[in-house]
């Protein structure tokens, strides 16, 4: 499987920005989106569960801001991204795997990575 992740870019407080993760190769049981900031370690920032959707979890600190979502038929990730604060700054990256469902905020759950895409909000 490769992950094609695209959409990063430079945005000011309060803006807004779509990323994109484009899968190529066999479907998995659940897509995330993690995250990296300079100087940090890899945190999570959403996933989705089974193919119909209805299984979403976010990070706490993007709840209500965020929303992922994929699109089956062209095998598809997206992150829509509201109200974006400095604190989102980092890499973005997405993630595809069959973590269990109590798993899905953990890194280790997932064997495919896109190669990340930046994301830089401005104050």
């Known amino acids: 499987v490769q992950l094609q992740a695209s959409g990063g870019g430079m945005v000011q407080a309060g803006g807004s920005l779509r990323l994109t993760c484009a899968a190529s190769?066999?479907?998995?049981?659940?897509y995330a989106w993690f995250r990296q900031a300079p100087g940090k370690e890899r945190e999570f920032v959403a996933a989705?569960?089974?193919?119909?959707?209805?299984?979403?979890y976010y990070a706490d600190s993007v709840k209500g801001r965020f929303t992922i979502s994929r699109d089956s038929a062209k095998n598809t990730l997206y992150l829509e991204m509201n109200s974006l604060k400095p604190d989102d700054t980092a890499v973005y990256y997405c993630?595809?795997?069959?973590?269990?469902?109590?798993?899905?905020?953990?890194?280790?759950?997932?064997?495919?990575w896109g190669q990340g895409t930046l994301v830089t909000v401005s104050s």
């Open positions: 993630a595809a795997g069959n973590p269990i469902t109590s798993y899905v905020s953990a890194s280790g759950g997932y064997s495919s």
């Open positions: 190769g066999s479907t998995f049981r659940s």
């Open positions: 989705i569960v089974s193919y119909s959707g209805r299984g979403k």
